[in-house]
């Protein structure tokens, strides 16, 4: 292997990565986009100028530092023209949020060269091309790079603070501690746990080399100071705690002292095998074998390389050590740790191609590429597909004529509501949080108009469930619906009223139309596109398309 065929097939890694997350960013938008794009509600809130409204649901401003949306609340807001089409007002309903995964993919992109850089220090080209490569195959990073949220992001600018901790070291000069500093406060100014990229940072100033032009002594402060700036200018600020019980709380964050119960290390492997088994388990191997020969390998190294072990360490321990001993320690939070797990797989591969000869010693390679890969391409043929509620919404506009057609309240279709649908949701808190709904509200009846009316959230409040019964009576009866749409999901079957209406619609009608997301049985689970998904990478292999099943019932007249 030739020296620029490593960084050749980096390259190559890196279009597969760039093809995986940039495409298919405009998926279930703006009808289903993730419920917590805190990102787009601050772009939004930052764009009008004005201080976020605590009665309208909006506290999830004070959620994240702001950088990332004071950057897209520059751009300006589209907008559709007079005669646009309803595709045409779709894609402007959804443009904040695709403005926000789009931003969020090209950041977290930083996350594949990154880990290179990070596993060519400790391991051969081989193996470092197989750990960048299995981050850029990673369901986990995948699932999270297309998301409008912070995540992804800060575990890029994480890793990066590393890097620049470990040149640091080697060569300590003003222009190293001001670049880790510049890294340090974007990692922080993406996420809380930013704090931990400025670990590292201090053990290379501790360890740093001897030798050359340094710095003085005191040039730790610069990235110490900048950690400090991040933390009181990049965060906006709520008097008091959001949640008065928590024992810390810091914007919509907090931490309860009962939930450091350590069970975080059961719950971190079992998420990170859920989402990519492949790398996982490579990985168990890399750490195995640096156990068994890892007081060789010790003896044997050079001082600068321990020494770079130790700023690396300073990273991965104490944060892997924080989600160990945390109860709520979800699939998100283990973002940062990907580029040190690759590399621990990028070692275990490297060992078993040693023990081979000639062309075995890739195919090793591509046999541990093999199932990672196979989830990526599963993830973005599920992912490409038209998503049920756009199904369902196609066989609306070809089947159901002039008939009303009333959606379980959870949800929009990817139709417009005519004026009757958005008289009767207007004053309806539930249905102005959902963005395709707000949108309609504030554009008044759209192109291709038809009488489809989401069922207000305001039929579902109260405890007591007899009264909302009533209220769901009361309301068919009213509307009379032609047409009756429900999701077959976790929603559904832990909410009686939910389950009420699909009863009431089986009883009245017929099942005319199923869009099938993922099967019944799999309902009480977490969807595939959004967060904390058991088993993914299985359950990717059988599903269609994202979205929940959807049934569409014809009410006899």
Known sequence: MSQRTPLALLVLVLAIAAVLRLRGLDRELPHAPEPDSYLVLQTEILREGRAPDMKQSEKGFYAYPLPLARGLALLPEAQAAADASLEEHLAVAGADALRGRTLVALLSLLLVPGTWFLARRFTSPLGALVASALVATSLLHLEFSQQARHHAPHASFALLAVLAA??????????????????????????????????????????????????????????????????????????????????????????????????????????????????????????????????????????????????????????????????????????????????????????????????????????????????????????????????CADWIAANAGEGRVLVSGRFNLPLAGDAHALERVKDDHSSRQRRWMRYQLEHGPLPQARNVLAMPGRLFAGADPEKAKARLERFLDDEQPTWVVVDVSKYMRVNPLMLELRDWAARNGTLTATFTGEPEERAMEPALDYQDVPHLFARLLDAQAFGPTLEVYRVAR
């Open 166 to 391: 470990l040149q640091l070291r080697a060569r300590p000069d003003w222009v190293r501690y001001l670049v880790a500093a510049a890294l340090a406060l974007l990692a922080l100014g993406m996420l809380h746990s930013g704090w931990f990229a400025l670990l590292p940072i201090v053990a290379a100033h501790v360890l740093r080399s001897r030798e050359g032009e340094r710095a003085p002594q005191w040039a730790v402060a610069a990235p110490v100071l900048a950690c400090a700036f991040a933390w009181f200018a990049l965060y906006p600020r709520i008097d008091g705690k959001l949640d008065e019980s928590a024992s810390v709380s810091e914007g919509g964050h907090t931490l309860y002292w009962r939930d450091l119960d350590f069970s975080g290390f059961v719950t971190g492997p079992r998420l990170v095998f859920d989402y990519d088994p492949g790398l996982t388990v490579l990985a168990g191997l890399g750490l195995l074998m640096l156990l068994v020969h890892g007081r060789a390998l010790w003896r044997d190294a050079t001082a600068e390389r321990r020494n770079d072990v130790l700023v690396v360490l300073a990273y991965a321990l104490p944060y892997g050590l924080a989600l160990g001993v945390y109860k709520e320690t979800v699939d998100r939070m283990l973002l940062p740790l990907l580029p040190f797990l690759a590399t621990l797989a990028g070692i275990a591969v490297v060992g078993v191609s040693n023990l081979l000869q000639g062309p075995a010693r890739v195919l090793v390679a591509a046999l541990a590429l093999a199932v990672p890969t196979l989830g990526a391409v599963r993830y973005a043929s599920v992912r490409d597909a038209r998503d049920t509620f756009e199904q």
